[in-house]
Antibody
């Protein structure tokens, strides 16, 4: 079955760039679907960050667009998130997910807590 | 941006009862691209319902979704102890995809 696993530093300093990778197993990214990132500040709700198609086409949340880059690496079957100029407000659990255009966010990673602090 | 408002914020019920959760959109949701997710503490969200009324793979039939346009409902019949969690609605018909603020279903 499809499995996703986030990885990356759990602590990032203010003004620096947050970087996370999502490794996908059980399905080849090259075969289709969108692949997305969602975050959740501790104790709060969910926020969509952006999505990428296997071809590299991206869609970003306008609220974060100026700071977000999502890339896909089909050779490693993974995709990544970069969020620049982070502040404490970016502290959250970051989830990666497989996204179906008709069925929503079907499969999720377990999440990675990223804390922004000096 | 489509704003989703969920009600109630918290719902207190007993096992065996029926839960009715509401999600109202600030504008019509395209092609009923409305999903419901369940989230338990320390876990990722799990897709329950997509397309407003279709159950995702492996979801028990006590979960059902309905609605169109701007008003949507998640109904959970015969609540089981494992159903007590936070539920989110989400529209994925137009970018940016947005989530409701969540409804916490707690044991009475």
């Amino acid at each position: 079955q499809v499995q996703l696993q986030e990885s990356g530093p759990g602590l990032v300093k203010p003004s620096e760039t947050l970087s996370l990778t999502c490794a996908v197993s059980g399905y080849s990214i090259s075969n289709g679907y969108y692949w997305g990132w969602v975050r959740q500040p501790p104790g709060k709700g969910l926020e969509w960050i952006g999505s990428i198609y296997h071809s590299g086409i991206t869609y970003y949340n306008p609220s974060l667009k100026s700071r977000v880059t999502i890339l896909v690496d089909t050779s490693k079957n993974q995709f990544s998130l970069k969020l620049s100029s982070v502040t404490a407000a970016d502290t959250a659990i970051y989830y990666c997910a497989r996204v179906s255009g008709s069925q929503g966010f079907q499969h999720w990673g377990q999440g990675a807590l990223v804390t922004v602090s000096s | 941006e489509i704003v989703l408002t969920q009600s109630p914020g918290t719902l207190s019920l007993s096992p065996g009862e029926r839960a009715t959760l509401s999600c109202r959109a600030s504008q019509s949701v395209s092609s009923s691209y409305l999903a419901w997710y369940q989230q338990k503490p320390g876990q990722a969200p799990r897709l329950l319902i997509y397309g407003a009324s279709s159950r995702a793979t492996g979801i028990p039939d006590r979960f059902s979704g309905s609605g169109s346009g701007t008003d949507f409902t998640l109904t959970i019949n015969r609540l089981e102890p494992e159903d007590f969690a936070v539920y989110y609605c989400q529209q994925y018909g137009s970018s940016p995809y947005t989530f409701g603020q969540g409804t916490k279903l707690e044991i009475k």
